[in-house]
């Protein structure tokens, strides 16, 4: 059962352990939100931010930060928190982040609503870092690498040329792949209004293969 409780204006959630969330997102991200503060409780970590829609979220609600998905747990003014568990921080680069960090944010997609992107679950596969940035008159190429598992590649978790990727949230495609590498091309408008802007060869950045190709890989093995 959940429980909400106000104080100073202050609103939390208590989730319940038996609860589990299902959302999905595009990739198409809303905008930059503000790292403003950090708090550690135990082996979790509270994330506290700010953005211009603070006052259209409720406590409950999914975002995608950086491309992971977080439930609003308290709201206060212009600024709400979410809670990012060990698993999370392991496997996402949110445990790197520092106060004053941008950090992509989306909220989830209504049902209604034009998929511009690709389907996004939220769910962080692992990390990747910036390998090379070069120039294309006028957008940029970034090339990224990650650590190549046999196991899991034959388990879709791969890039294909052409096809989709989730790269810190942003819904991307996918030039020049190899076993563990994949290059996207980035135009001067996503440079400019997601933290691709903070990205330099040697970040590391959360990445969410495609989930077709996890399905048909999946569909394959049991053939």
Do not use: W
């Not at 709201?75 to 949110?94: C, F, H, P, Q, W």
């Not at 942003?170 to 563990?180: D, G, K, M, Q, R």
Request: proline share 1%.
């Amino acid at each position: 059962m959940r429980t909400t409780r106000n104080f100073k204006n202050i609103h939390y959630f208590k989730p319940n352990k038996q609860e589990f969330y299902r959302t999905m997102f595009s990739g198409i991200v809303e905008e930059m939100a503000t790292l403003v503060a950090l708090k550690n409780d135990k082996e979790n970590v509270d994330l506290t931010l700010t953005c211009s829609f603070t006052d259209e979220l409720k406590i409950d609600q999914s975002v995608a930060h950086n491309g992971v998905c977080l439930t609003v747990v308290a709201i206060d003014g212009d600024r709400y928190t979410v809670t990012a568990m060990k698993e999370t921080l392991d496997r996402s680069n949110l445990g790197e982040l520092k106060v004053g960090d941008h950090v992509n944010v989306e909220r989830s997609m209504l049902m209604n609503g034009r998929l511009d992107g690709h389907i996004v679950q939220g769910h962080v596969d692992g990390t990747a870092v910036c390998k090379e940035m070069r120039d294309a008159d006028g957008s940029t190429y970034y090339t990224f690498e990650y650590k190549f598992d046999r196991e899991m590649a034959e388990r879709g978790y791969f890039t294909v040329d052409k096809g989709s990727v989730t790269v810190n949230g942003v819904s991307l495609t996918v030039c020049n792949p190899t076993e563990n590498s994949f290059t996207v091309a980035i135009i001067p408008y996503t440079h400019d209004n997601t933290n691709f802007c903070d990205i330099k060869v040697g970040t590391r950045v959360n990445i969410e293969f495609d989930i077709l190709g996890k399905y048909i890989a999946r569909l394959q093995q049991l053939k």
